[in-house]
């Protein structure tokens, strides 16, 4: 995780030094008209475990019936231009089985438990407000949109309220259409989010959901 993070930002810093000179240096230009988007969180650093956790989808958020939490969303980018990108986030039920951290042990590496828990439903249990708490509606396919004027790097925040009355369990924030593959490393092709002539958007595989917690 740490090693990816510090590719994209050499890669990044590289590509904005060689734009700012006059020589014609050797490098794949395509790179600088794609972008990533991911959870601002990447992981969890604990004492005591051998590896960590955190390189495979398991931040999470916890938050009780009738409150907001904040999840920001990271931009990476390394430059200012003239057209705006825009990306796109969904929440989706957390399928049984799957491996999520309900509670950080920070001294052990057994927080990865199989979820058995109710599906949460958006409208019913939970809802995706802006700052304000005013409830947003997502597009047909079910994606709420990011805004990053000028490609410009940057954070932003999720809301996410639990409806007072509602189920108490876990459901996924995810940078990846629920009806979309899974994305892999090992599969490229998974990996965008979507491209245009332009540029193009893409997404990490061990970074592109949040479990969110209702208690």
Known sequence: MKRFIYFVATVMAALSLSSCSDDDWDYDKSLEHEYFITPKLWGYDKPGAASGVGSNNCVFYDVNQ????????????????????????????????????????KYTNDDLIAYEGPELVRGVD??????????????????????????????????IKALPGGKKGSFNVQTVSPEAPTPSASEVSTTYQYETKQFAVRIVSYNYRVTINVR
């Open 126 to 159: 939970y809802e995706v407000v802006d700052a304000k708490g005013n409830v947003l509606t997502p597009g047909a396919d079910g994606a709420f949109k990011l805004e990053w004027p000028h490609a410009l790097a940057g954070v932003q925040n999720i809301y």
């Open 66 to 105: 009738g409150e907001t939490v904040a999840v920001p969303m990271e931009f990476h980018s390394a430059f200012d231009r003239n057209y705006d990108v825009t990306t796109y986030y969904w929440t989706a039920p957390k399928p049984d089985g799957e491996k999520y951290i309900d509670k950080l042990n």
